[in-house]
C-alpha cells in the first residue's frame, strides 16, 4: 500500500509540475507579445469599424498584473475606440473608416458617442463608408453618418420605429401559489408592476410613450441631418416600412448603392488608388485602439482628471466591470482624492439602479470627495434610480440627449410560497420569543406588522431620495417630488425638468471638469482597479488561462437575447435589501 502511495504522489506531482510549466510558458509567452505593437499600420490604410466585441464604456483594470495581461484580449471599451477614431482623424497613414457588417450591441446614449466622434472625424476631409447586408435600426443609426452606404441586393432594412413589450406575471403568481409581496413608493415605479397586474397601467403607458418618443425624435433628427432627409418623411417612411428592400431604401435616399461587398471593396480601392487586382491596406479598430492605449498621446502637463466608471447594477460589494460595488469605487474616490495631480474627477455613470444602502454609501463618499476637487458626473446609457442617485450630488451632470434618467423611486419585493406550500403539503409553524423575531417568512401570509415597518422603510428611502436630489440640484423637495415618483426621463427631458445641466457626452463633462479645476491642459487616469486575483480569473476562465471565459461560452451557446435574459435573473437573485433600480429595459433592434 506504501509503494501504491508514493506510485500515486509521485503521479500527481508530475501532473502539478507539468500543469504550473504550462501555465508558466503560456505567461511568458503574453509578457513577451505584449511588448511589441498588436498590429502594424501601414500607409494608405483603412480603420475597419466592427463593434461586436464592445458592449462596456470601461473594460478594467485589475490589481493583479497577471490578471490585467491575461484580460487583454476583452480590454477595449467604448471609450478606447472613441480615442482610436479621434486619433485616426489626424493619422496620415488611415485615409478613411470602413463599416462593414458592423453589428452592434451598444446602448442608445453610446451609440449616439460613437455617431458623434465619426462625424467630427469627417471634418479632417477623410471618407466613410458602410456596407451591410441587413440594417437594424441601432445599427443603422451609426452607418447613417457614413458618406456612401451599400446594401446587398438581397439584404433587408428595419425602420419601423421604437416600441417596448413587458410581460406580466400576475396569473401565473395564481396559477402556481408563488406571489410577490410588493411595498414600493413612485406611482411610475413599474419595476414591480408586473407582479401586480395583468396589463400596463395608465401611469406606465404615460412614461412608456413620452420615452420613446423622445427617444425616436433625437434618432430621426440626427438622421434627417445625415442624410439631408426631413423628419417628416422619416417617419412617414417608418410608419409605412416603405425602406425594408433594397431597392425601397435607395429610393427613399437611407441608402446609396446596391451592391455585393465585392463591389464596396472595389469602390474603396478607387478611394485609395489602388489596383482592382491588389488587395488594401486596412486595421481593425480593435488591434488600432490597442495600439493608441499602448501609446498614449504627449502632454506637457502634470495636471490629472480622474475617470471613474460605475457601470452595472449596483450590488454592492468589491464590484466589477458589469456591477457597481461600495468597495471598488469608495476606494477610487479615497484615491483620486488624496492624489495632489488630480484636480478634478469624472464619473462616467452607466447604471439602472440597485441596492439603496449601497447607492447611499456611493453618494457619501462623492459627498466627501467634492469638498476636495470638483466633481461632474457624465451619464451613459443610463443613470436611473441608483444610477441618479449616486450622481445627484455632483457639481454637474452632463446626459447624453437619448440617457435615461430619474426613476427616483424605491421598491421592495419578497416572494411569498404559502400557496404553492399548500399545494404540495408542506405546512411551517413558528416558535418565537418576541413579536417581529421571526420577520418575513416566505411560507407564510405576509404579517401586517412586517409589512407596516418595511412600508416605512421604503418611504424613509424615498424621503431620503429626494432629499438628496433637492440638495444636489437646489430645488425642494416639492419640486423634486414631482418630477420624481419612479418616472424615467431622456436626457432631453431631464435638461428641461433641472436634473441635468448640459448635454453631451464624456468630452464635455471633461471639458466642464476642467473648467471647475481652473486647468487648460491635463492628462486622464482612469478607475476603477478591481481586487481580483489570479485565482479568481482562473476560475472565471474554466480553470485555463486564454480560454473562453464561461460567460463567452454560454452566450456562444445559446446567443446574446438568451444570454441578456439570464443575466436580467441571474441580477434579480442576487438582488437583497430594498431596491432604488429602473423599472424596466430600453433597447433598439
Known amino acids: 500500500m506504501k509503494f501504491l502511495g508514493n506510485v500515486l504522489a509521485t503521479i500527481i506531482g508530475l501532473f502539478v509540475f507539468f500543469m504550473l510549466l504550462f501555465f508558466g510558458l503560456m505567461i511568458v509567452g503574453a509578457v513577451a507579445g505584449s511588448g511589441s505593437d498588436v498590429a502594424k499600420v501601414e500607409s494608405n490604410s483603412v480603420l475597419v469599424l466592427d463593434m461586436k466585441n464592445v458592449s462596456l464604456d470601461y473594460t478594467g483594470k485589475f490589481t493583479d498584473p497577471w490578471v490585467t495581461l491575461l484580460n487583454e484580449e476583452e480590454s477595449v471599451g467604448l471609450i478606447d475606440v472613441l480615442n482610436a477614431v479621434d486619433n485616426a482623424k489626424t493619422d496620415d497613414k488611415i485615409k478613411g473608416i470602413s463599416i462593414l457588417n458592423s453589428s452592434s450591441s451598444l446602448g442608445l446614449a453610446q451609440s449616439k458617442a460613437l455617431r458623434d ?164 491596406e486596412w486595421i481593425s479598430i480593435m488591434d488600432y485602439a490597442k495600439n493608441i492605449s499602448k501609446t498614449p498621446k504627449k502632454i506637457d502637463s502634470k495636471d490629472k482628471i480622474a475617470i471613474i466608471y460605475a457601470q452595472g447594477e449596483i450590488l454592492g460589494g468589491e464590484g466589477d466591470v458589469n456591477v457597481i460595488g461600495e468597495g471598488a469605487m469608495r476606494t477610487s474616490l479615497q484615491e483620486a482624492r488624496k492624489d495632489e495631480k488630480v484636480k478634478a474627477i469624472v464619473i462616467r455613470v452607466d447604471s439602472p439602479g440597485g441596492s439603496a444602502l449601497t447607492s447611499e454609501l456611493i453618494w457619501r463618499e462623492i459627498e466627501l470627495t467634492k469638498k476636495v476637487k470638483p466633481v461632474v458626473v457624465s451619464m451613459g446609457n443610463l443613470a436611473a434610480s441608483g444610477g441618479y442617485y449616486i450622481a445627484c450630488n455632483a457639481d454637474k451632470i452632463i446626459a447624453e440627449p437619448n440617457t435615461i434618467t430619474g426613476s427616483i423611486g424605491v421598491f421592495g419585493v419578497l416572494p411569498n410560497m404559502t400557496e404553492l406550500s399548500k399545494k404540495i403539503g408542506i405546512n411551517t409553524s413558528q416558535v418565537k420569543t418576541h413579536d417581529h423575531a421571526v420577520g418575513y417568512s416566505p411560507f407564510k401570509p405576509i404579517d401586517e406588522k412586517f409589512k407596516e415597518v418595511t412600508t416605512e422603510s421604503v418611504e424613509n428611502i424615498y424621503t431620503v431620495f429626494v432629499n438628496r436630489v433637492a440638495a444636489g440640484r437646489k430645488m425642494t423637495f416639492e419640486q423634486v417630488d414631482a418630477i420624481a415618483q419612479g418616472r424615467v426621463w431622456t436626457g432631453t427631458e431631464a435638461l428641461q425638468n433641472g436634473l441635468v445641466d448640459k448635454l453631451g457626452g464624456l468630452d464635455v463633462a471633461l471639458s466642464e471638469a476642467a473648467t471647475l479645476a481652473k486647468i487648460k491642459k491635463y492628462k486622464t487616469v482612469n478607475y476603477p482597479e478591481f481586487d481580483k486575483t489570479f485565482m479568481q480569473f482562473l476560475s472565471d476562465q474554466n480553470g485555463i488561462p486564454f480560454a473562453k471565459s464561461k460567460e463567452a461560452m454560454i452566450k456562444e451557446e445559446i446567443g446574446e437575447e438568451a444570454y441578456q435574459t439570464l443575466q436580467q435573473v441571474k441580477r434579480a437573485t442576487a438582488r437583497t435589501g430594498i431596491q432604488t433600480l429602473m423599472p424596466f429595459e430600453l433597447k433598439i433592434k
Open 117 to 280: 466622434k465619426l462625424i467630427d472625424f469627417k471634418k479632417s476631409g477623410k471618407f466613410i463608408v458602410s456596407y451591410a447586408d441587413y440594417f437594424t435600426q441601432g445599427e443603422y443609426y451609426i452607418n447613417s453618418v457614413a458618406d456612401t452606404i451599400y446594401m446587398n441586393p438581397v439584404g433587408e432594412m428595419d425602420f419601423k420605429g421604437l416600441a417596448s413589450e413587458i410581460m406580466f406575471f400576475k396569473d401565473i403568481q395564481e396559477k402556481t401559489g408563488v406571489k410577490m409581496e410588493v411595498i414600493r413608493h413612485g406611482k411610475y415605479k413599474s419595476a414591480v408592476e408586473p407582479f401586480l397586474e395583468n396589463e400596463m397601467s395608465e401611469a406606465n403607458r404615460e412614461q412608456m410613450t413620452a420615452l420613446l418618443n423622445s427617444a425616436w425624435s433625437s434618432i430621426v433628427s440626427d438622421i434627417s441631418k445625415s442624410r439631408n432627409i426631413s423628419v417628416d418623411s422619416l417617419n412617414s417612411i417608418a410608419n409605412q416600412l416603405s425602406a425594408r428592400t433594397p431597392e425601397m431604401a435607395r429610393s427613399k435616399k437611407l441608402i446609396d448603392k446596391i451592391g455585393y461587398e465585392d463591389q464596396y471593396h472595389d469602390g474603396i480601392k478607387k478611394a485609395l488608388k489602388v489596383k482592382k487586382d491588389e488587395d488594401y
